[in-house]
């Protein structure tokens, strides 16, 4: 007879674990915030029938039964979704431990490796032989199955490529190659920071820009240094190399940009274009016959284009500027080129980013966006279209593109989590801050670099969080991607770290610290790969060169950790251009005879390193022993330092000695004798701040200026290298024969005639997509402008009719470009706006009395004229008029009220307006009345407006909005037809004593420069300009000047020409029978030129309106 089951107590209830009984409990609260109520009281019915729910011991151990709602009150802490919020957090936890086959898919229905009973021992690897990989490539899943555990060996991988003749890159370079790189070699080079490194477009040289004021070439696969180049007297800012590989720029906070030739290291070009630091420096890839650009930006608030020529390797000192200050203060930090060279985006302090467009004769703004909250100091654009990123301190990136006649952006925010990633407190008060972005090789990812140290990948086409990169411990500033492996990029910042991601997988592959021996961690300001990714380069704050690498270091041990010239930091003389020469020998730096190798203290390396330095390698073990000298340091202790080269006797080289070499020589005794009576009487004297003695020269026609001592990499030790400027060297003079062996070396080499042919066709062609983009998307810009706006159509057919009588005139409203039958030359120079110069005089003070008198004589100008200061005038130092700060009235406020209509007609510039233009003034009480019982006379106010010349938006090359620092050609026929127009059309009244040519003496046509600038509001709304000469010799204004008034007018010819498109028409020649064309409003006139000859005989050599033409047909556009 069977027996009933026992049961543990007598309640009939069934003793559970503990984790059992709480499981049950969570489950019947997580269902009292769903929709199953009923289900719920049925089952609190259950478990406190057959007693599930957890228990309660009391002091003695005995176990007591609790409802449901007691175990509620007893437990607060518990949330009805705590079982939901302990499945969440599950899954990441288990994927750290063992990764799934799919990462960040989490489910708790899921099998084998996505099961969350997934074990070690279910996810072991499979082995696979080379045939079984072939076949499973042949079979085509894409991917390597995920429990192939550790990579192919690359054996397996190319016999499988030999079975199937196919072979994935990632397979066939799988990421774990990358755990290979290892540091081949620290070199201290540079006594401060170095904040910009490079690689030449070979990937053979290294270039490095420090604060120290240089710039060094390295080689890359041994470490040799090359040179120096020296000549800049501030920190180095950016670098840049052109694509053809024949020159490197540098900019600098000394507001110069300077260009040496790589080949020779001479100086090209010592560039003025900037009164603030230099901010970002970028070669154009724009290929145009041999016409190239590089562009500058400052902390000036300007953009400067510069035109140089491929074959000639010159530069027109003149560039285009653009100055985008629209408040004191504001500054270009950053700037990208698109792949084609036809795209420019800029990122400035004011939020704004400024696109400009390299399409037509001269570069020109197309855009200016201002999504962003904050500044944009990082900006790129991709790697093959014509997308770019803009990273913002407001905490969001955007990615850009140009679609349906403008640019739309895919949001990025930097607050944005991934899913199960919680919020930790600190990210809470923390504002996110973008400090650099980057693409990803294939365009397909962009890298975010945050304030919060994590590094973010996007989907770049979604704008989808991918992965949250950690790893980093302080801000990240350096962001590279690897030339052609998509899968990689190489992150560094502050913290010394630098890192080496799978951004595909969201996985560290290489990680290295820069720790330096005896002083901490260095800071990391600056990666770069070579252009073939087998090496990569990194600079520090500490002044160091770290290469990185595959391969064997074997090559990299036979140079020395200290790497100095002696000449290094030796003063240099400056002429009035801004170029170098060394004031010891008198020679241009790259000139100068082969330096001797010494380390930081300004010791010599033995003879063995000595043949490492370029022209040294064969000399004879005596030329590689330097003379040695004993220089006291301001600490008191005498060091033993290189000063010169031990020379043979002249008779066994067969040479005479150089009589300039006598002099200096003599010359330098006497300059020791008095640098030491110098030293002797200041030895008990105070020194000066960084502990060097210093001398201060002085010639006629030379500015002597050193590097300064800015950011030593060791305060309070003595800095051997930069103590050389102080020492008594007698040098050695290079012979004809020695100068003519240096200029044939080749210290970078050239790229292969076949690769760049092939690099400029890729240009070109992406520069013409970008072109066709850009003309199709204005296209359809111009035809939506012209339906939405409707009304000012109107007007301008109005005009346009009015005007079309007098084809043959160049008016302001017009848009007229006389352009030849024949092909436009490609090498012809433009240029807008030249830099801001010093004023050579004071400046006359009748003229400067005339400029404030005629404000004040204006009854308009009082106070409806502009302020005349200027940004340019502030940032270039002219000795201008200063802004002056006049009492001003209180502003017009147009408000239904009664009250402020009394004040609107008691306000000044509607009563002068009036009193002008009536004959019979009313009684004022009378004028008073009206004005409180009538409204605001909205015709008077629609006067008041801007006129459209001044307001247009439309990109045109007339009429001309004058800026200042616009050097123009000011035609007197022009302005006196001007004048007589207004005197004949009782426009305004002209005062006959204030015209310019009885002050000073005019001729047919003068280059002048716009110095100054107001505006008087009308009507009609005049511009007044204040014009200096410009002397045709040195090409600045001098200090004379005289002042003009005018406005735009319908059927007055212009009399302000700019000055290149002056020049630009000088250029044509044209000759008689030429047909020609120009395009006047939206019509275009077609005819021939007739002949050349005087408009008005009294003036015989002027060339306004010279040109006899006859108009024969007109097309509408």
Not at 299 to 313: I, L
């Amino acid at each position: 007879m069977a027996e009933p089951p026992a049961s543990s107590n007598s309640g009939g209830g069934v003793s559970l674990p503990l984790i059992e009984s709480e499981l049950y409990f969570l489950i019947a609260r997580f269902l009292t915030t769903g929709p199953c109520r009923r289900a719920l009281k049925v089952l609190v019915q259950e478990m406190e029938q057959h007693q599930l729910l957890p228990k309660r011991l009391d002091w003695q151990g005995n176990e007591h039964c609790r409802s449901y709602e007691e175990l509620v009150l007893s437990n607060k802490h518990v949330a009805p979704d705590h079982l939901l919020q302990i499945c969440k957090r599950i899954g990441p936890i288990l994927d750290k431990e063992i990764p799934p086959s799919i990462s960040r898919v989490n489910s708790l229905l899921g099998a084998g490796r996505q099961s969350l009973l997934r074990t070690a021992k279910d996810c072991r690897n499979t082995v696979w032989k080379g045939s079984a990989f072939a076949a499973l490539h042949r079979g085509r899943p894409p991917e390597i199955p995920v429990n192939y555990g550790t990579p192919p060996n690359l054996v397996e991988v190319h016999r499988a490529k030999q079975l199937t003749g196919y072979a994935k890159f990632s397979t066939s370079f799988p990421g774990s190659m990358y755990l290979h790189v290892k540091m081949h070699r620290r070199i201290l080079g540079h006594l401060s920071s170095v904040y910009c490194v490079a690689f030449d477009r070979t990937g053979h040289r290294i270039f490095t820009g420090s604060d120290d004021c240089l710039v060094k070439i390295w080689s890359t696969h041994n470490g040799r240094l090359f040179a120096t180049l020296r000549g800049h007297s501030a920190e180095i800012s950016d670098m840049a190399v052109n694509y053809e590989n024949t020159m490197i720029a540098a900019g600098s906070c000394d507001k110069m940009i300077r260009v040496w030739c790589l080949r020779t290291c001479a100086p090209v070009a010592v560039l003025h274009g900037h009164t603030g630091s230099i901010t970002s420096l970028q070669f154009s890839p724009m290929v145009k016959g041999s016409m190239r650009y590089m562009v500058s930006t400052g902390a000036d608030g300007t953009v400067c284009f510069w035109q140089w020529d491929a074959d000639s390797m010159k530069f027109n000192n003149r560039p285009v500027k653009f100055t985008e200050k629209p408040r004191p203060g504001v500054q270009m930090l950053c700037s990208s080129f698109s792949v084609g060279g036809m795209f420019l985006a800029t990122g400035s302090t004011d939020h704004v980013i400024r696109m400009y467009f390299f399409g037509s004769e001269t570069p020109e703004k197309i855009a200016e966006l201002e999504s962003h909250a904050d500044k944009v100091d990082s900006i790129q654009f991709s790697n093959s279209g014509d997308r770019f990123i803009s990273g913002s301190r407001d905490g969001t990136a955007r990615i850009w593109c140009f679609e349906q006649a403008e640019w739309r952006s895919i949001l990025l925010d930097m607050s944005d989590r991934l899913p199960g990633d919680p919020c930790s407190e600190e990210d809470k008060f923390m504002k996110p801050k973008v400090t650099m972005i980057a693409w990803n090789q294939n365009d397909n990812y962009v890298v975010t670099a945050v304030n919060n140290h994590l590094l973010k990948v996007w989907n770049s086409s979604t704008g989808q969080l991918l992965h949250d990169l950690v790893g980093h411990t302080d801000e990240v500033f350096v962001l590279e991607t690897h030339p052609f492996d998509s899968r990689i990029m190489l992150s560094a910042g502050h913290d010394g770290n630098i890192f080496i991601w799978d951004i595909t997988k969201g996985m560290k592959t290489k990680h290295y610290f820069n720790m330096i021996e005896g002083q901490g961690h260095g800071a990391v300001f600056d990666c770069k790969f070579s252009p073939d990714g087998q090496h990569f380069a990194c600079t520090d704050s500490h002044g160091h060169l770290l290469i990185f690498g595959f391969g064997c270091s074997r090559p990299y041990e036979k140079i020395p950790d200290q790497m100095f010239f002696h000449t290094d930091y030796r003063p240099l003389i400056r002429d009035s251009n801004n170029y170098v020469l060394d004031e010891q020998t008198q020679q241009a730096p790259h000139l100068m005879p082969p330096p001797f190798l010494v380390d930081v203290d300004g010791n010599p390396h033995p003879t063995k390193y000595q043949r490492l330095v370029p022209g040294r390698e064969n000399c004879a073990d005596e030329h590689l022993i330097p003379q040695l000298g004993y220089v006291a340091t301001s600490d008191g202790e005498v060091v033993e330092q290189v000063i010169g080269q031990q020379t043979v006797d002249h008779d066994e080289q067969g040479l005479e000695p150089s009589i300039l070499d006598d002099m200096i020589r003599q010359l330098q005794l006497q300059q020791d004798q008095r640098t030491g009576a110098d030293q002797e009487s200041a030895s008990n004297g105070p020194q000066n701040g960084e502990g060097t003695p210093r001398r201060a020269f002085r010639r006629p026609s030379f500015d002597i200026q050193s590097p300064p001592n800015i950011g030593l990499r060791r305060s309070g030790q003595v800095e051997g290298v930069r103590q050389m400027h102080q020492n008594a060297p007698r040098s050695q003079m290079a012979t004809e024969r020695d100068l003519q062996a240096w200029r044939r070396r080749v210290v970078v080499p050239e790229i292969p005639p076949s690769l760049l042919r092939k690099q400029e066709e890729y240009r070109i062609a992406k520069g013409e997509e970008e072109r066709d983009l850009y003309a199709t998307e204005k296209k359809k810009s111009f035809e939506s402008l012209e339906k939405s706006d409707s009304e000012s159509s109107l007007i301008q057919s109005k005009r346009r009719l009015h005007r079309r009588k007098y084809a043959s005139y160049r008016t302001r409203n017009n848009i007229e470009q006389l352009e030849s039958s024949d092909e436009e030359r490609d090498d012809s120079f433009g240029f807008i706006e030249q830099e801001a110069e010093e004023s050579e005089g004071s400046g006359s003070s009748d003229e400067e009395e005339e400029w404030r008198s005629d404000k004040k004589s204006n009854s308009n100008s009082s106070s409806d004229s502009s302020s005349r200061y200027s940004d340019w005038i502030a940032d270039a130092g002219i000795n201008l008029q200063p802004p002056v700060r006049t009492s001003r009235r209180k502003a017009i406020r147009y408000c239904s009220t009664s009250e402020d209509e009394v004040l609107a007609g008691k306000s000044s510039p509607p009563k002068r307006r009036r009193r002008k233009r009536r004959k019979k003034p009313k009684p004022k009480k009378q004028e008073e009345a009206n004005a409180a019982t009538q409204p605001v006379n909205l015709e008077l106010s629609y006067d008041c407006h801007p006129p459209v010349w001044i307001t247009d938006t439309a990109l045109r090359r007339s009429p001309f909005v004058p800026q200042m620092g616009d050097e123009v050609i000011y035609f007197r026929q022009g302005h006196e037809a001007y004048i007589e127009a207004v005197r004949r059309n009782n426009i305004y009244e002209l005062n006959p004593h204030k015209e310019p040519w009885r002050k000073v003496v005019l001729r047919d046509q003068e280059l002048v420069k716009i110095v100054g600038i107001r505006y008087e509001i009308g009507p009609p709304t005049l511009c007044c300009l204040k014009l200096a000469f410009i002397d045709h010799a040195t090409g600045k204004h001098t200090d004379k000047s005289f002042s003009i008034r005018y406005h735009d007018m319908p059927d007055v010819i212009d009399f302000l020409i700019l000055r290149q498109f002056y020049d630009e028409a000088r250029q044509r020649n044209w000759q008689a029978s030429d047909r020609f064309r120009s395009i006047i409003d939206d019509a275009w006139w077609f005819g021939t030129v007739l002949g050349q000859e005087p408009y008005q005989s009294q003036y015989p050599d002027s060339h306004f309106q010279c040109y006899s033409v006859n108009p024969q047909e007109r097309v509408y556009v």
